[in-house]
Structures are given as C-alpha cells and as structure tokens.
C-alpha cells in the first residue's frame, strides 16, 4: 500500500513565523497535491506537482509556496503564517487516477 | 466557483436504511468521479469511482449512480451501519490521467444505532 506521511500531526504557530509542512511518499508516484479544508469550504487545492522541481498553482497558492527537490518530499511553506491560514492541511500523492492522502496536520495559528 | 457542490452539509440516518448523498458539477468536462470518505483526524479515503461512459458502478454496500445530462451523481450505501458515520466529498477530474482532482465541500452523514 502506498503510504503518504505527513510530518506533524498537529502544529502551533506564532503569526508572522515561516512554517514548513513535510510530506513523503513510497511509492515512486510523480504527482503530489497541498490541500486545506475547512468546514463548509471542502477541500481546496493550494498546490500540485507532476514532477521534481515542478509546480503548478491551484485554487488558492496566495500565502504559500512549496519546494518539490526529491521526488518523494513535497514541501508546503507558508512565508509568513496569519490567523486564517488556521486549518487542516492536507497531502496526496498518485500516479494516475485517485489519490492516496495523509494524515493531515492540523495548524494552529495564533 | 465552485465546481463540485454538495447542497446537504449534513445527513442523518437510521442503521441498516439506505444513506443517498448527492453531488452536482457545473464542468461538462469532467468525466472521472469519485468519492472519498473522511473520518476526524484522518486523511481521506478512497470509496468508489465511475468512468463517463458508465452510468452506475457498485462495490458492496457501496454504489455510485452517474446522471451526465443532468450533472449529478450519487453515493448510495445500504445498508448503512454506524461505522459509515463520515464526512464524504465528491471529486471529478478531466480525464483520469490528468489526475488534479476537484472536490465537493462534503457531507457529514450520521448512522445512529
């Protein structure tokens, strides 16, 4: 089975801070996807991979950037954390067809 | 714009009855669907999918109903036991290589006992 592992289950952090959020993957799958959710808003793509060193904005990149330098690692970086990136975020990867999630990590920011 | 819309945040149920969760989409291109379950602390799982050229696909207690002209699809699940209590989203694709995933907002469905 493929196996998605988020770093951090749950996360505090202070506004302004830099945040990285880690995610691995073991099955050698080429795309890879950042999600939120919050409630009543579903899940939002923030950014997606098709390849090492390759990224494509989703519905929502404003306020992160991600780093995808091994095929397995793909990074989520929030520059400078604020109140409403509060959320559950979420990491998929897949060779074709459906995605195989994390756990999610949930963050805080206060 | 939401893309991917299900209208009923929330549904209860009574075990071993039928639970129908519905899903429009707006995007005529879309032509790969699935649906995910969600429990509270969990990522998402995979449930079940259908093909465009399909109208209906099933897997156990679990069939999905694809009505193209109307844009809608459907989650069925009978009989319906307390552990499908979940948060279920809807996604669709253009095409299934493409693989970037729309997803619906969810719906929690409550089985009680």
């Known amino acids: 089975d493929v196996k998605v592992t988020q770093s951090s289950r749950y996360l505090v952090k202070r506004t302004g801070e830099k945040v990285f959020l880690e995610c691995v993957q073991d099955?050698?799958?080429?795309?890879m996807f950042w999600y939120r959710q919050d409630p009543g808003l579903g899940l939002r793509l923030i950014y997606f991979?098709?390849?090492?060193?390759?990224?494509e904005k989703g519905d929502i990149p404003e306020g992160y950037s991600v780093s995808r330098e091994k095929k397995e690692r793909f990074s989520l970086i929030l520059e400078s954390a604020s109140t409403n990136q509060t959320s559950m975020y979420l990491c998929?990867?897949?060779?074709?067809?459906?995605?195989?999630f994390g756990s999610g990590t949930r963050l805080t920011v206060v | 714009d939401q893309q991917v819309k299900q209208n009923s945040p929330s549904l209860s149920v009574q075990e071993g009855r039928i639970s129908i969760l519905n899903c429009d989409y707006t995007?005529?291109?879309?032509?790969?669907f699935l649906w995910y379950k969600k429990y509270p602390a969990e990522g998402p799982t995979f449930l079940i999918s259908?093909?465009?050229?399909?109208d209906k696909n099933e897997d156990g207690r679990f069939t999905v109903f694809l009505n193209k002209s109307a844009k809608h699809l459907s989650l069925h699940i009978v009989p319906s036991q307390p552990g499908d209590s979940a948060v279920y989203f809807c996604?669709?694709?253009?095409?299934?290589?493409?693989?970037?995933?729309?997803f619906g907002t969810g719906t929690l469905l409550a089985v009680q006992p």
């Open positions: 099955m050698d799958h080429e795309n």
């Open positions: 991979s098709y390849d090492v060193k390759m990224k």
């Open positions: 998929a990867s897949s060779r074709r067809g459906g995605y195989t």
């Open positions: 996604a669709a694709s253009k095409g299934r290589a493409t693989n970037k995933l729309i």
């Open positions: 259908i093909s465009s050229i399909k």
């Open positions: 995007n005529s291109m879309f032509d790969y």
